[in-house]
C-alpha cells in the first residue's frame, strides 16, 4: 500500500512538472494563432523578392538551362508571388 501511494505522489509530481513546462510553448503558441497578421509583418521586413537582371533573363532565353535549374527558378518565382500576396 504504501509503495502504491510513492507511486501515485511521484506520477503526480512528475506530470505537474512536465505541464508547468509545456505552459509557457502552449501560450506562445496560442498567442502566435492570434496574432498572425503581425507575424506576416514581422517576415516581410527582413524578407525581399528575388529579381533577376534583364542580362540574366536573357542568358535563361538563350541558353535553355536543364530541369534542375528551371525547378530552382520555379521557386524563385513561388517565393516572389508569396512574398507580393502576403507582404505587399
Known sequence: MRKLIISLALCTLISCSIATELIAPVANFGIGLYNADTYYTKECAWYEPVW???ETKQWIKNNNPEDKTMKDLAK????????KELCT
Do not use: G, M, V
Open 76 to 83: 524563385i518565382a513561388k517565393n516572389n508571388d508569396l512574398y
Open 52 to 54: 533577376f537582371s534583364d
